[in-house]
């Protein structure tokens, strides 16, 4: 089994607990208006590898990796979901924790086979860090280009299966940040039974340079990120009362 793979990340401290060895994984379908990596959207990009020779890679820093683990993003990693159950499957025998960074965007709950992939990889992945871009649909799509009727469904499954997830959320002013959508997506984190973090991710324009580089037009031209006090007050919103 190969995957296409844009980047490796040996020492990484944001995508997940503890120190992690980073995968990011080339391709996705959506266009995100804040997205710091338009370099990972191609499907054609990036380098081919099999699972067997990114284990192997991994495994050279198990030792820095006992307080962590390892993490695949992306990029849609689950879009190369088989290929990431390989992966994990190698590296489960070594004791390593293993987390998938994903905004369940390629779930479809109506394909048994789709369900079928996620269920298998379920048992290989102890952590999801799952983000949802818009808690409203139709701004999801304007952010996104798609609905995220697919995003609250893999939320659900994979509550309802008991796997431990971390939601992330891109605060960017005036898109995500009104008090009515935070208030919204709170009930919704509420309605899940297995959320054990909420990571509020203010929006930069770090990413900027690569589409000028890549002759891309950066949508969210002139934003600028969103005031303290209003990052304040979405850690608080959405802070885990349970």
Not at 47 to 74: D, F, Q, W
Request: net charge neutral; proline share 5%; charged share 25%.
């Amino acid at each position: 089994m190969t995957g296409r793979i844009h980047s490796f990340e040996t020492f990484g401290t944001v995508d997940g607990p503890g120190t992690r060895f980073v995968v990011f994984m080339q391709g996705c379908p959506m266009r995100c208006k804040y997205c710091h990596n338009p370099d990972t959207w191609d499907f054609g990009g990036g380098k081919e590898y099999s699972a067997e020779e990114v284990a192997h890679n991994i495994l050279r820093y198990k030792s820095y990796l006992s307080n962590g683990g390892v993490t695949v993003s992306g990029g849609e990693p689950l879009a190369q979901s088989e290929f990431v159950y390989e992966l994990f499957s190698a590296l489960k025998p070594h004791g390593l924790h293993t987390a998938i960074d994903t905004s369940g965007i390629t779930f479809d709950k109506t394909d048994p086979q789709c369900v079928g992939r996620q269920q298998k990889l379920l048992g290989v992945t102890d952590l999801y860090l799952l983000d949802i871009k818009h808690i409203d649909d139709g701004a999801h799509k304007s952010l996104t280009g798609f609905s995220n009727s697919r995003v609250l469904d893999f939320a659900k499954f994979l509550s309802d299966n008991g796997k431990d997830i971390w939601i992330r959320h891109v605060l960017a002013d005036g898109i995500t940040d009104s008090d009515e959508y935070l208030y919204t997506l709170k009930n919704f984190i509420n309605s899940l039974k297995t959320v054990r973090a909420v990571e509020v991710l203010p929006y930069h324009s770090m990413g900027e340079v690569k589409y000028e580089k890549l002759g891309v037009p950066y949508p969210l031209k002139g934003a600028k990120p969103p005031a303290a006090d209003r990052i304040e007050n979405a850690r608080k919103i959405l802070t885990l009362t349970r």
